[in-house]
């Protein structure tokens, strides 16, 4: 008897979702899957991760910053950035300085290595964001980064 309840609650449980095709966050993998299939390869040419181009490719923007906006900006986790960032600073792509104002606190950079890389690598990435252009369409691209924009502002609102 329990046994049954069990089972129909299960089968209300799954009628009350919503189809794996109209679920936005297995949608949002989906596509991110399908893009960074696309970069992968490249990155592995050159010994890198994603997560690993990642951060290179952030600190190629911002020229140094701190461990916290280091991990904001390259949307990865603490204890992951750590892992990281010891690989690059052991490959001596990353070096890290103290800020001047307090000791206590450390600035990462790209080293002269991990700027060579970023400027191997930069033109041959952007090569396929060109192809993602082409294939998918430069309005609709630009659609898509203001829509998923306003998306994460509109969800981030809504945590508030």
């Known amino acids: 008897m329990a046994d049954t309840r069990r089972q129909q609650s299960h089968r209300e449980t799954e009628s009350s979702l919503r189809p794996l095709r109209r ?3 297995m949608a949002l993998l989906r596509a991110r899957e399908a893009v960074m299939d696309r970069f992968r390869r490249m990155l592995r040419q050159n010994g890198l991760t994603e997560q690993q181009w990642r951060v290179i ?16 900006h390259s949307v990865l986790l603490p204890p992951s950035l ?7 600073s052991d490959k001596g792509l990353v070096r890290r300085r103290a800020v001047d104002s307090d000791q206590r606190r450390s600035e990462l950079s790209l080293s002269v290595a991990g700027r060579r890389l970023f400027q191997r690598v930069a033109p041959r990435s952007e090569l396929m964001y060109q192809d993602i252009e082409q294939t998918f369409g430069n309005e609709r691209l630009e659609q898509l980064y203001t ?12 945590r508030n």
């Open 82 to 88: 750590s892992r990281i960032l010891k690989f690059l």
């Open 147 to 158: 829509l998923l924009a306003d998306l994460e502002t509109a969800v981030a609102r809504g």
């Open 57 to 72: 490719r952030v600190l190629a923007e911002y020229d140094a910053l701190e461990v916290s906006q280091l991990a904001r």
């Open 23 to 25: 679920s936005l966050p």
